[in-house]
């Protein structure tokens, strides 16, 4: 069956750190996208991508990147680790641009700490 | 920008019982809207999806409804169980220049005692 994982499930790590999140999909989907969910702010756009090579900003993109180089894996890299980033991340992935039926996967999450 | 509100924050219920949540929008200019599932600790699940241009969606004991114009939708669960518990996200998707980004609440928690 298709899936989308994130890997690792748990970080802690300390500031000032590089760090990287994977995102792996096996629906051979076009969209991609990363949001961090944070207590009283719900779930918040980071990152996202409507193909390989394609990479936009979402409303919280500072101190993140991402590159595209295959259709199936998004990572999501912290460059100097803050403890502002503590929070849940989720992976999602989505079909295509323009079908109104579309519907996002979401992956299980990874729950990061900066100490 | 895209405001997404639902109310109430937190609801506990017991068992049995007819239920709705709330979920308002700021922005009448979407594709869909979903109802999405997250249980502790796991990712989100989807339950329903409501085009734009359709009223209302069922599953089983849920039913979601969306008046556009209005800005709203209401999630309605039939006859509560415990397994029901978990946190109830509605995401908007904006038609324009950000193709299927969502725009999320903030959930309503929701506790379903036996």
């Known amino acids: 069956d298709a899936e989308i994982t994130q890997s690792p499930r748990h970080k802690i790590t300390e500031t000032g750190r590089q760090v990287t999140l994977a995102c792996h999909q096996t629906w051979n989907h076009n969209n991609m996208f990363w949001y961090r969910q944070d207590l009283g702010h719900g779930l918040r756009l980071i990152h996202y991508s409507y193909g390989v090579h394609d990479t936009n900003k979402g409303e919280v993109s500072d101190g993140y990147s991402v590159s595209r180089s295959n259709t199936e894996d998004l990572p999501l890299t912290l460059e100097s680790a803050a403890s502002s980033q503590t929070s849940v991340y989720f992976c999602?992935?989505?079909?295509?641009?323009?079908?109104?039926?579309?519907?996002?996967?979401f992956g299980p999450g990874t729950r990061l700490t900066v100490l | 920008k895209q405001e997404v509100t639902q109310i109430p924050a937190a609801l506990s219920v017991p068992e049995g019982e007819n239920l709705v949540l709330n979920c308002s929008f700021t922005?009448?200019?979407?594709?869909?809207l979903q109802w999405f599932r997250q249980d502790p600790g796991k990712g989100l699940t989807s339950l329903l999806l409501?085009?734009?241009?359709?009223r209302e969606q069922t599953s089983g004991r849920l039913n979601a409804s969306l008046d556009k114009s209005s800005g709203r939708s209401t999630l309605y669960i039939a006859a509560s169980q415990p397994g029901d518990s978990a946190t109830y996200l509605c995401?908007?998707?904006?038609?324009?220049?950000?193709?299927?980004?969502?725009?999320f609440g903030r959930g309503t928690q929701l506790t379903v005692w036996p």
């Open positions: 409501i085009q734009s241009s359709q």
């Open positions: 999602a992935s989505s079909e295509t641009e323009r079908d109104v039926t579309d519907t996002q996967y």
């Open positions: 922005d009448s200019a979407i594709y869909n």
């Open positions: 995401a908007v998707m904006n038609r324009g220049s950000t193709l299927g980004r969502l725009y």
